[in-house]
Nanobody, 117 residues
Framework: QVQLVESGGGLVQPGGSLRVSCVASGSIGSAYDMGWYRQAPGKEREFVASAISGGTTNLVDSVKGRFTISRDNHKNAVYLHMDTLKPEDTAVYYC???????????WGQGTQVTVSS
């Protein structure tokens, strides 16, 4: 069992920056992926970013050039640094962990990011 705790969400003005963090604990495997999804009101949850075991990162096109994902394997943590935030980035951001062995994801509780003036 893996537990995920997210932090760092909040209210920010358009054009601002924010960083959300996620730390995994419990039965952490030797090879795993971590990343972020988000869900805006009335919309389906969508992929935002991933940090693959081995170092590869992926971002959805709508955030490329604005968001950066990074991970700290020593801390079993993943971070999403968001710049030039737009109102359409407003959503609950969910962290996930997925062990390569099982392929089954674990999810955090979500952290709210609101971009508004």
């Amino acid at each position: 069992q893996v537990q995920l705790v997210e932090s760092g969400g909040g209210l920010v003005q358009p054009g601002g920056s924010l960083r959300v963090s996620c730390v995994a604990s419990g039965s952490i495997g030797s090879a795993y992926d971590m990343g972020w999804y988000r869900q805006a009101p009335g919309k389906e949850r969508e992929f935002v970013a991933s940090a693959i075991s081995g170092g590869t990162t992926n971002l959805v096109d709508s955030v490329k050039g604005r968001f950066t994902i990074s991970r700290d394997n020593h801390k079993n943590a993943v971070y999403l640094h968001m710049d030039t935030l737009k109102p359409e980035d407003t959503a609950v951001y969910y962290c996930y962990y997925r062990a390569r062995a099982s392929g089954i994801p674990s999810w955090g509780q979500g952290t709210q990011v609101t971009v508004s003036s």
